[in-house]
Protein backbone atom coordinates (compact mmCIF):
# COMPACT_ATOMS: atom_id res chain seq x y z
CA UNK A 1 0.00 0.00 0.00
CA UNK A 2 1.70 3.49 -1.09
CA UNK A 3 2.67 5.54 1.63
CA UNK A 4 0.23 8.62 1.13
CA UNK A 5 -2.99 6.01 1.34
CA UNK A 6 -1.78 4.30 4.42
CA UNK A 7 -1.60 7.61 5.80
CA UNK A 8 -4.92 9.03 4.91
CA UNK A 9 -6.18 5.77 6.24
CA UNK A 10 -4.23 6.45 9.41
CA UNK A 11 -5.61 9.77 10.01
CA UNK A 12 -8.67 8.65 9.41
CA UNK A 13 -8.84 5.87 12.33
CA UNK A 14 -7.39 8.47 14.86
CA UNK A 15 -9.76 11.51 13.73
CA UNK A 16 -12.92 8.40 14.11
CA UNK A 17 -11.33 8.30 17.92
CA UNK A 18 -10.92 12.58 18.15
CA UNK A 19 -14.31 12.19 16.95
CA UNK A 20 -16.06 9.79 19.75
CA UNK A 21 -13.86 12.14 22.09
CA UNK A 22 -15.62 15.34 20.63
CA UNK A 23 -19.04 13.43 21.12
CA UNK A 24 -17.83 13.47 24.97
CA UNK A 25 -17.00 17.30 25.04
CA UNK A 26 -20.86 17.69 23.12
CA UNK A 27 -22.16 16.24 25.37
CA UNK A 28 -20.60 17.22 28.89
CA UNK A 29 -18.83 20.65 28.51
CA UNK A 30 -22.32 22.60 28.24
CA UNK A 31 -23.61 20.90 31.65
CA UNK A 32 -19.94 21.66 33.31
CA UNK A 33 -20.05 17.80 33.41
CA UNK A 34 -16.20 15.83 33.19
CA UNK A 35 -14.91 14.61 29.90
CA UNK A 36 -12.95 12.14 31.94
CA UNK A 37 -15.03 10.94 34.61
CA UNK A 38 -17.45 8.68 34.65
CA UNK A 39 -17.12 6.32 31.67
CA UNK A 40 -19.57 7.07 28.47
CA UNK A 41 -22.89 5.15 30.29
CA UNK A 42 -26.63 4.59 28.88
CA UNK A 43 -28.66 7.12 29.66
CA UNK A 44 -31.38 5.04 30.03
CA UNK A 45 -30.15 1.95 32.33
CA UNK A 46 -27.26 3.89 33.37
CA UNK A 47 -24.70 0.64 32.14
CA UNK A 48 -20.83 1.84 31.34
CA UNK A 49 -20.41 1.03 27.61
CA UNK A 50 -17.82 -1.71 27.32
CA UNK A 51 -14.78 -1.05 25.07
CA UNK A 52 -16.25 -3.30 22.28
CA UNK A 53 -19.48 -1.01 21.91
CA UNK A 54 -17.54 1.99 21.73
CA UNK A 55 -15.74 1.43 18.39
CA UNK A 56 -16.45 5.03 16.48
CA UNK A 57 -18.99 4.46 14.02
CA UNK A 58 -18.58 0.51 14.05
CA UNK A 59 -20.14 -0.45 17.36
CA UNK A 60 -23.28 1.86 16.26
CA UNK A 61 -23.40 0.39 13.52
CA UNK A 62 -23.55 -3.49 14.43
CA UNK A 63 -25.93 -2.81 17.31
CA UNK A 64 -28.31 -0.75 14.91
CA UNK A 65 -27.94 2.77 17.13
CA UNK A 66 -29.70 0.71 20.45
CA UNK A 67 -27.70 -0.40 23.74
CA UNK A 68 -26.86 -3.64 24.10
CA UNK A 69 -28.64 -4.09 27.43
CA UNK A 70 -31.77 -1.89 27.62
CA UNK A 71 -32.33 -1.59 23.55
CA UNK A 72 -32.88 2.47 24.51
CA UNK A 73 -31.66 4.25 21.07
CA UNK A 74 -28.45 5.97 21.09
CA UNK A 75 -28.25 9.41 19.09
CA UNK A 76 -27.77 9.33 15.37
CA UNK A 77 -25.21 12.22 16.30
CA UNK A 78 -22.33 9.89 17.24
CA UNK A 79 -21.55 8.44 14.47
CA UNK A 80 -21.91 11.18 12.11
CA UNK A 81 -19.78 13.37 14.25
CA UNK A 82 -17.04 10.23 14.32
CA UNK A 83 -17.19 10.02 11.07
CA UNK A 84 -17.12 13.80 10.11
CA UNK A 85 -13.98 14.46 11.65
CA UNK A 86 -12.34 10.98 11.03
CA UNK A 87 -13.03 12.43 7.02
CA UNK A 88 -11.44 15.90 8.32
CA UNK A 89 -8.58 13.93 9.42
CA UNK A 90 -8.23 12.15 6.32
CA UNK A 91 -8.68 14.73 4.07
CA UNK A 92 -5.87 17.32 5.74
CA UNK A 93 -3.05 14.39 5.35
CA UNK A 94 -4.65 13.68 1.83
CA UNK A 95 -4.02 17.40 0.76
CA UNK A 96 -1.49 18.46 2.94
CA UNK A 97 0.55 14.86 3.76
CA UNK A 98 1.75 13.88 7.42
CA UNK A 99 3.00 17.57 8.22
CA UNK A 100 2.18 19.77 10.49
CA UNK A 101 -0.09 21.93 8.41
CA UNK A 102 -2.05 18.80 7.88
CA UNK A 103 -2.08 18.01 11.77
CA UNK A 104 -3.11 22.10 12.52
CA UNK A 105 -6.08 21.36 9.85
CA UNK A 106 -7.25 18.59 11.53
CA UNK A 107 -7.07 19.97 15.18
CA UNK A 108 -9.14 23.16 14.07
CA UNK A 109 -11.48 21.70 11.96
CA UNK A 110 -12.69 19.53 14.71
CA UNK A 111 -12.74 22.36 17.22
CA UNK A 112 -14.54 24.42 15.10
CA UNK A 113 -17.41 21.30 14.37
CA UNK A 114 -17.52 21.04 18.43
CA UNK A 115 -17.99 24.83 18.29
CA UNK A 116 -20.51 24.59 15.58
CA UNK A 117 -22.70 21.36 17.45
CA UNK A 118 -22.21 22.56 20.88
CA UNK A 119 -23.76 26.25 19.53
CA UNK A 120 -26.35 25.03 17.55
CA UNK A 121 -27.32 23.12 20.34
CA UNK A 122 -27.03 24.67 23.60
CA UNK A 123 -26.16 28.79 22.23
CA UNK A 124 -23.12 27.78 24.30
CA UNK A 125 -19.40 27.97 23.33
CA UNK A 126 -17.37 26.62 26.19
CA UNK A 127 -14.04 27.71 27.15
CA UNK A 128 -12.19 24.50 26.80
CA UNK A 129 -12.76 24.81 22.76
CA UNK A 130 -11.18 28.64 22.39
CA UNK A 131 -8.77 29.00 25.05
CA UNK A 132 -8.01 25.34 24.53
CA UNK A 133 -7.68 25.70 21.29
CA UNK A 134 -6.37 29.26 21.04
CA UNK A 135 -3.01 27.54 22.92
CA UNK A 136 -2.97 24.58 20.55
CA UNK A 137 -3.43 27.45 17.39
CA UNK A 138 -0.67 29.39 19.10
CA UNK A 139 1.59 26.06 19.71
CA UNK A 140 0.92 24.64 16.19
CA UNK A 141 2.04 28.06 14.90
CA UNK A 142 5.45 27.63 16.13
CA UNK A 143 5.56 25.54 13.00
CA UNK A 144 6.75 28.22 10.84
CA UNK A 145 9.32 29.97 13.63
CA UNK A 146 8.86 33.00 15.63
CA UNK A 147 7.26 34.89 12.24
CA UNK A 148 4.03 31.85 12.62
CA UNK A 149 4.19 32.00 16.51
CA UNK A 150 3.42 36.67 15.58
CA UNK A 151 1.42 36.11 12.57
CA UNK A 152 -0.87 34.01 15.32
CA UNK A 153 -0.22 36.54 18.18
CA UNK A 154 -1.45 39.69 16.23
CA UNK A 155 -4.58 37.23 14.63
CA UNK A 156 -5.35 36.35 18.27
CA UNK A 157 -5.37 39.90 19.66
CA UNK A 158 -7.45 41.84 15.99
CA UNK A 159 -10.01 38.66 16.40
CA UNK A 160 -10.49 39.47 20.27
CA UNK A 161 -10.22 43.15 19.44
CA UNK A 162 -12.48 43.64 16.84
CA UNK A 163 -15.48 41.61 18.24
CA UNK A 164 -14.70 43.11 21.81
CA UNK A 165 -15.67 46.37 19.53
CA UNK A 166 -18.58 45.01 17.54
CA UNK A 167 -20.12 43.67 20.79
CA UNK A 168 -19.52 47.12 22.32
CA UNK A 169 -20.76 49.25 19.99
CA UNK A 170 -23.90 47.23 19.72
CA UNK A 171 -24.77 46.99 23.59
CA UNK A 172 -24.32 51.13 23.25
CA UNK A 173 -27.04 51.41 19.96
CA UNK A 174 -29.34 48.25 21.09
CA UNK A 175 -29.29 48.35 24.89
CA UNK A 176 -28.66 45.31 24.90
CA UNK A 177 -26.41 42.49 24.63
CA UNK A 178 -25.50 41.92 20.94
CA UNK A 179 -22.48 39.67 20.97
CA UNK A 180 -21.83 36.84 23.34
CA UNK A 181 -18.69 36.40 25.15
CA UNK A 182 -18.11 33.06 23.27
CA UNK A 183 -18.17 34.10 20.05
CA UNK A 184 -15.02 37.04 21.43
CA UNK A 185 -13.67 34.44 22.73
CA UNK A 186 -14.27 31.99 19.64
CA UNK A 187 -12.42 34.90 17.45
CA UNK A 188 -9.88 34.98 19.31
CA UNK A 189 -8.76 31.40 18.67
CA UNK A 190 -9.62 31.60 15.23
CA UNK A 191 -7.28 34.51 14.60
CA UNK A 192 -4.24 32.17 15.76
CA UNK A 193 -4.94 29.75 13.22
CA UNK A 194 -5.83 32.37 10.45
CA UNK A 195 -4.02 35.36 11.21
CA UNK A 196 -5.42 38.80 11.21
CA UNK A 197 -6.82 39.05 7.74
CA UNK A 198 -8.48 35.78 8.16
CA UNK A 199 -10.13 37.12 10.59
CA UNK A 200 -11.72 39.56 8.58
CA UNK A 201 -12.76 37.10 5.99
CA UNK A 202 -14.39 34.33 9.10
CA UNK A 203 -16.25 37.62 10.19
CA UNK A 204 -17.46 38.46 6.18
CA UNK A 205 -18.09 34.90 5.45
CA UNK A 206 -20.00 34.40 8.75
CA UNK A 207 -22.00 37.51 8.80
CA UNK A 208 -23.05 36.73 4.95
CA UNK A 209 -24.12 33.33 6.12
CA UNK A 210 -25.74 34.08 9.17
CA UNK A 211 -27.99 36.79 7.22
CA UNK A 212 -28.49 34.37 3.85
CA UNK A 213 -29.12 31.21 6.40
CA UNK A 214 -30.97 32.53 9.37
CA UNK A 215 -31.89 35.72 9.99
CA UNK A 216 -35.37 34.98 7.85
CA UNK A 217 -36.15 32.20 9.89
CA UNK A 218 -35.17 34.44 13.07
CA UNK A 219 -37.93 37.19 11.91
CA UNK A 220 -40.53 34.39 11.31
CA UNK A 221 -39.75 32.16 14.49
CA UNK A 222 -38.24 34.85 16.58
CA UNK A 223 -35.41 31.82 17.32
CA UNK A 224 -31.76 33.24 19.45
CA UNK A 225 -28.92 33.03 16.91
CA UNK A 226 -26.06 30.81 17.07
CA UNK A 227 -23.76 32.90 15.74
CA UNK A 228 -20.90 30.52 16.37
CA UNK A 229 -22.64 27.83 13.64
CA UNK A 230 -21.91 30.20 11.20
CA UNK A 231 -18.61 32.14 12.33
CA UNK A 232 -17.19 28.20 12.51
CA UNK A 233 -18.50 27.44 9.11
CA UNK A 234 -16.89 30.66 7.49
CA UNK A 235 -13.46 29.99 9.36
CA UNK A 236 -13.10 26.34 7.91
CA UNK A 237 -13.87 28.01 4.68
CA UNK A 238 -11.38 30.78 5.38
CA UNK A 239 -8.69 28.05 6.44
CA UNK A 240 -8.67 25.88 3.33
CA UNK A 241 -9.92 28.47 0.42
CA UNK A 242 -9.06 32.12 2.27
CA UNK A 243 -5.49 32.52 0.06
CA UNK A 244 -7.61 31.76 -3.22
CA UNK A 245 -9.90 34.03 -2.04
CA UNK A 246 -7.34 37.19 -1.33
CA UNK A 247 -5.70 36.27 -4.73
CA UNK A 248 -8.90 36.64 -6.50
CA UNK A 249 -9.91 39.65 -4.62
CA UNK A 250 -6.63 41.32 -5.12
CA UNK A 251 -7.11 40.41 -8.69
CA UNK A 252 -10.35 41.73 -9.00
CA UNK A 253 -9.71 45.27 -7.70
CA UNK A 254 -6.27 46.06 -10.14
CA UNK A 255 -8.97 45.05 -12.96
Given at each position: ????????I??????????SF????????P???????????????????????????L?????R??C?H?????????????????????????????S???????????I?????????????????????????G?????R???GG??????G??I????????????????????M?GG????????????????V?L??????L?????????????R????F????????????????????????????
Amino acid sequence: MPLDVAGVIAAGLVGSLFGSFLNVCIVRLPVDQSVVRPRSRCPRCGRPIAWFDNVPVLSWLILRGRCRHCRERISVQYPVIEAAVAGMWAAAVWWHGVSLHGLTAAVFGTILLGIAVTDARHYLIPDEYTWGGLALGLLLALRGGLGGLLTAVIGAGIGFALLYAIAWAGERVFREEAMGGGDIKMMTMVGAFVGWKGVLLTLFGGALLGTLVFIPLTIRKRRLVPFGVFLAAAAGITFVFGEAIFRWYGAFLRV
